[in-house]
């Protein structure tokens, strides 16, 4: 028997294209001779569609759309697997033929008042429903708030194909032992699972992990369709899978684009059955990962939202040069435009540098020098900054004005502004709210300074794109004579460690000075990381790539007196 596994990009609330993406993977799956089509976790209506799931509109286009997808694959010989929000009581759940006894509707308790609504999967054949099956396990937690949403399932879903049963789990369940060990008890010989399971950093490895832990563990082979595509600032990446009874993987999908896995599902020589060797995608290096995943998550949002296209304020320093290369790898250099905005205090080498990199990448290049503009500013200002010496402001006012320049091109083409701040910079306010800040996509909002020189030097391995001036050079954000980044804030070695182990790790000061950082950098550091939630709060969204991104999952109040214990005696601060 073959089975297939669709990865699609799906979009949430696009319940035609979602379709049409289902039947075409069905009719090629058919064509294939897979007598099984696996899709992703709420493929029907895109993943996560949020409070959309509140609205009775949205379940209506829901349940509509899987009799469509009924009706459509209804002279396919197939068994389809899909994944929709499910409303206790609708038509759908009681016109379920061939249902297993074990898949009831058994209800857990939602929020009080809250209509009864679970993350289910239907599956069809012929033009019939034969199981609905519903979650189990709802992750609250990171990006996750399905709690908030849905009702818990109760009971293990399984159904015969050929003589085979097999059972059906949704994404969270592979994460815990007993919705696998439920399915072998009603009678399962393998389990698939539909996912949507966003990436981080070496994600796949946990997903690996927790399968063979708890399904393998259980004694039953599965197959796995995860969801790609970027959905808002969540990136999916596909490597859709499969492991056989022993836990080992013998098939696997590409990471980031859409494919369809096929698997064969055998039984030799007497034994259970089980998932035969297929194709197995080649791994990436952690930086293959995060660059795919950075320019998935800007083709998606551009395109999904109907951007004509991408500018890119370029500076002639690093961050801006990864965003420019990120945005012609996703758009094409066609489709963006770098603009250069020089000052009095931007060194000659950096529009060289700019000027070189965007005729590289053949993109439209433009300079707007904004010495006027800073002039006319200090002028209608001169009167209420008599007598006080220059500051941040002064910097900041060019920040602004850069900002308003790139929002007005944005304006009058509806090209969206792509941000360039790292999460160093975000992490401690090393930005300018309404200046460098502004924009509609922070496309390096979850990247380190660290790891935005090594997807540099990355991305220059595959073609030199980017000048080794522009790599080399110490980082200066060029508001005044002779400015390094290093005058305001700790070697980013140090910055970039001492973040992580505070926002990633949720270590406490002492135990960031414990692991041999300085106590008064530390505390500097956590002060300012304290103080600058206002700017991250006004920041555009921007694509999530560790597993504890500024956005979905930190979620840490502007108005706080609590201070983490601290190696040296804390001031009161104000902002």
């Given at each position: ?96 033929n061939d249902s297993p006894a074990g898949d009831s509707p058994v209800h857990d308790g939602a929020a009080q008042g809250s209509p009864r609504r679970y993350n289910a999967a239907t599956v069809l054949h012929r033009g019939r429903v034969v199981a609905v099956c519903r979650k189990r396990e709802l992750p609250n937690y990171a990006v996750f708030d399905e709690q908030r949403y849905f009702a818990r399932g109760r009971q293990a879903c399984v159904f015969d194909v050929d003589g085979t049963r097999f059972g059906v789990a949704i994404c969270e369940d592979i994460w815990f032992p ?398």
């Open positions: 028997m073959r089975i297939a596994a669709a990865q699609l990009n799906q979009t949430v609330g696009d319940f035609g294209g979602n379709a049409q993406r289902i039947i075409a993977a069905a009719r090629e799956a058919a064509a294939a001779r897979a007598r099984i089509l696996l899709t992703p976790e709420l493929s029907i209506c895109g993943y996560p569609p949020e409070d959309l799931l509140l609205r009775d509109g949205f379940q209506r286009r829901c349940d509509e759309t899987l009799e469509e997808l009924m009706r459509a694959t209804a002279s396919l010989d197939l068994y389809l697997v899909v994944g929709h929000p499910l409303r206790e009581g609708a038509a759908r759940e009681g016109r379920t007993e919705p696998a060990r439920a399915a072998r008890a009603a009678g399962a010989q393998a389990l698939l699972v539909l996912n949507a399971s966003p990436y981080h950093r070496d994600k796949q490895h946990l997903r690996l992990d927790a399968a063979r832990a708890h399904v393998a563990g259980a004694g039953l082979p599965m197959l796995a369709a995860n969801l790609v595509g970027g959905q808002d600032e969540l990136v999916f990446d596909g490597l859709s899978f499969a492991l056989d009874a022993a836990g080992e993987l013998v098939a696997q999908a590409r990471a980031f684009e859409p494919a369809l896995l096929l698997v064969d599902f055998e039984q030799r020589d007497g034994a259970a059955p089980d998932f035969l060797p297929g194709p197995i995608a080649a791994a990436q290096s952690s930086e293959e990962q995060v660059y795919s995943a950075l320019v998935l998550g800007v083709r998606d949002y551009i395109g999904k939202n109907g951007f004509p296209g991408a500018i890119v304020g370029l500076s002639g320093g690093v961050d801006s040069a990864l965003v420019l290369a990120i945005a012609v790898d996703a758009l094409g250099a066609e489709r963006v435009r770098a603009v250069m905005m020089p000052s009095r205090y931007t060194a000659e080498i950096s529009s060289i540098d700019a000027r070189e990199m965007a005729g590289r990448l053949g993109v439209r290049y433009d300079e707007l020098p904004i010495g006027d503009c800073f002039d006319a500013f200090r002028a209608t200002l001169a009167d209420e900054f008599r007598a006080l010496p220059e500051d941040a402001t002064e910097e900041n006012l060019q920040a602004r004005i850069r900002g308003t320049l790139l929002m007005a091109l944005s304006n009058k083409f509806g090209q969206i502004v792509l941000t360039t701040g790292n999460k160093s910079e975000m992490a401690v306010g090393y930005c300018t709210l309404y200046g460098d800040m502004a924009g509609g996509f922070a496309v390096i909002k979850d990247i380190f300074k660290t790891l935005v020189w090594r997807l540099c030097r990355w991305r220059n391995q595959v073609s030199p794109v980017i000048p080794e001036r522009i790599i080399e050079r110490a980082p200066s954000a060029e508001l005044r004579a002779d400015q390094t980044d290093q005058d305001s804030l700790p070697p980013y070695e140090t910055l970039d460690a001492i973040v992580g182990m505070y926002m990633e790790q949720d270590l406490g000061a002492a135990e960031i000075v414990a692991a041999g950082h300085p106590p008064e950098t530390v505390e500097r550091v956590l002060r300012l990381i304290r103080s600058n939630e206002y700017k991250r709060r006004q920041a555009p969204i921007g694509i999530r790539v560790t597993h504890r991104a500024f956005g979905r999952d930190w979620r840490y109040p502007i108005t706080s007196g609590f201070r983490d214990s601290s190696p040296l005696s804390e001031p009161s601060e104000s902002k």
